[in-house]
């Protein structure tokens, strides 16, 4: 039995495997400050509740569980790399990749890194794993990749992050349920998009047709090299036609030209290559009210921080998992995890019925349970 | 046995008295408008299940019933009218008002309305609800007149939206709670942004820390008289704040000053005697993602038609309850109200346990039903 921690078919449509693209390189100085971001966010996690602060302080203290990056040699990879290493992660210096880029030997995270391709994979796999037990994978490789990597971390026992769209993505799932594994299932790694998505599905289950009768604009600006419309627009405007405003896919403003998009948007120059904007416009039928909603991304740090969050959850998940002795010890850990991690994903400790969790304060109502499973992150 | 419907304390503020000063008169588009959105909210309302449709057409149908407005010579009161008699409800032509504007006579809706000083009022609001008895009745007086006016409508037991804002709130929600009616109370008239902040609300429950490290401006823009800060940007700054955003309220920009408004804010010309402008902008650290939320109001017509609403889930609310049979059917009955009415309400069927109304979608999980139920409208 395993829990696999996925995105919602419904929130991220297949066109979404386009969301990998829109990334562009960060700025060296995203990369200073992430380092002091990071300190940040683990000092809020260890403060959350006395309890928490008890038991899971070796865990906060002792983060520096082994990481292996599949893909290093793609954009996400190298960006997952260094923000894993800024957060003080020990980077396994394996990965696979294509037949092509197999032999390599890069320079990164202040290692040399091997790179392997598709074959002998079991084997390497299974070594690094029996020489890092605490070992969580990341995969950003391609979208052919998904169902075969899937199955090898499952078949090897590792937990893994799934960053790479595409795919089979219902055998990928199943594959995951299948296994004894724990996995973090996702196309959108950005994990504040995905509380404020997660924010927009809760508003439109609860308040279906709150908006009948509204006017909706929506722009969305990405790279010129981004032929189709945003994955994460489409989930949103899914939303707002809960919400009972009227709206085809069709009337999207999608702005690929860098002139609008620096004049007009406001994107800055040196992310015309790598962005992915957003603008949400209601209007009241009498046009005395409006609501504007924006998220807008440049670079890739933030997928990155969130594939680094994804995998603490993973490895934190692993220990307690290494302690749990009985179901009722399960349930009492799942409380102090969910406590812990809820700010970026849903629990499930394997062998404990969703509807029994009360404690998690995600579990809407039975029948909600295993879309919002499904839904956050 | 009682139901309240309130907004939460911790949501709105004693400050938020405020919120009803923000009116001003709505244009006359508006009201032409207002006619076809209603037209299209009932549509939406009765197409949304094949039973809903069966059982609750008839009300949809027979929508008028009778309303009086209290405080009618007051803007919100106007304007109450107005979108009342816009969606066919009867007026009653009497009104309680303040001892100088007694025995005025006022035209309003079409009809001669009586205005009533504090004396004899027991009397004429049980004439009145004897005459009319799906009487709901829409109070807009002043803060201190809250508790006597609601005293008066819960002994005569006449069901009432309570849109002043003031007076003493436990008093209030308790005059209701021990006595036999349904009422509506909130000092957040505007459904969709009660909807927004129930929606944040929830996001900061659900993902506490999500944006750690995330910087936060808050502008809101208020006619020059109004002198404090916005009820509904503290609310929703609360929500940042449990969303890891480190923000103090003394840092929100208030702007007041016309010229700024009409340069810079982008208030029409004919609003800036009434709006109520609101932008929140979180950055992330390294400054590579930022999101943007607005609400912007124009004049009164969202609170009026939020009060309308609210009155025709109390005159529905009544009408269910008239054909109550037992606990089995109440929560029949619930299920498809919910349904029909969720989109602006939170029901708690009389004599049923929250705990055990699996069925509504809102009662995340046992301890946060009481604070939902606060929370939303």
Not at 216 to 241: N, R
Request: hydrophobic fraction near 40%; charge should be negative.
């Amino acid at each position: 039995m395993a829990t696999v921690f996925r995105a919602t078919a419904s929130l991220f449509s297949p066109q979404q495997q386009n969301l990998k693209l829109i990334h562009s390189s960060s700025s060296r100085r995203s990369v200073c400050c992430r380092r002091r971001r990071f300190g940040i966010r683990l000092r809020a996690m260890a403060a959350q509740s006395a309890i928490v602060e008890e038991e899971e302080k070796p865990l906060v203290r002792n983060l520096a569980f082994p990481i292996m990056v599949n893909g290093c040699t793609g954009k996400m990879g190298k960006a997952v790399i260094e923000a894993a290493t800024s957060a003080g992660l020990q980077l396994v210096p394996v990965s696979f990749s294509s037949e092509e880029d197999a032999g390599q030997v890069v320079q990164l995270g202040g290692k040399d890194i091997h790179v392997h391709g598709p074959s002998g994979r079991e084997d390497i796999l299974a070594s690094v794993f029996h020489e890092n037990p605490d070992l969580i994978v990341v995969d950003y490789t391609v979208p052919s990749a998904v169902n075969d990597n899937a199955e090898l971390y499952s078949k090897v026992g590792v937990p893994f992050v799934m960053g790479t769209t595409g795919g089979d993505r219902e055998r990928l799932y199943k594959t995951v349920e299948d296994s004894k594994i724990y996995a973090v299932i996702s196309p959108q790694m950005g994990k504040q998009v995905v509380a404020f998505l997660a924010a927009m599905e809760i508003m439109a289950e609860q308040f279906p047709g709150a908006f009948s009768g509204y006017s909706l604009e929506v722009m969305e600006s990405h790279q010129a090299s981004k032929l189709d419309t945003s994955g994460t627009a489409k989930a949103v405007i899914s939303c707002f036609q809960k919400l009972g405003v009227s709206f085809d896919i069709d009337q999207v403003q999608l702005i690929r030209d860098p002139k609008l998009q620096l004049e007009m948007v406001g994107v800055p120059e040196e992310h015309l290559a790598g962005h992915a904007f957003h603008m949400y416009h209601l209007t009241s039928p009498d046009k005395t009210v409006s609501f504007e909603f924006q998220h807008n991304v440049c670079g890739r740090s933030i997928y990155a921080e969130g594939t680094v969050d994804a995998a603490i959850f993973l490895a934190s998940k692993v220990r307690f998992e290494g302690r749990q002795e009985n179901l009722q010890h399960d349930r009492r850990l799942a409380r102090r995890q969910h406590a812990m991690m809820r700010s970026s994903i849903v629990l499930v400790p394997h062998g404990v019925n969703p509807e029994e969790l009360e404690c998690l304060n995600w579990s809407h109502c039975k029948s909600n349970i295993e879309a919002l499973v499904d839904e956050i992150l």
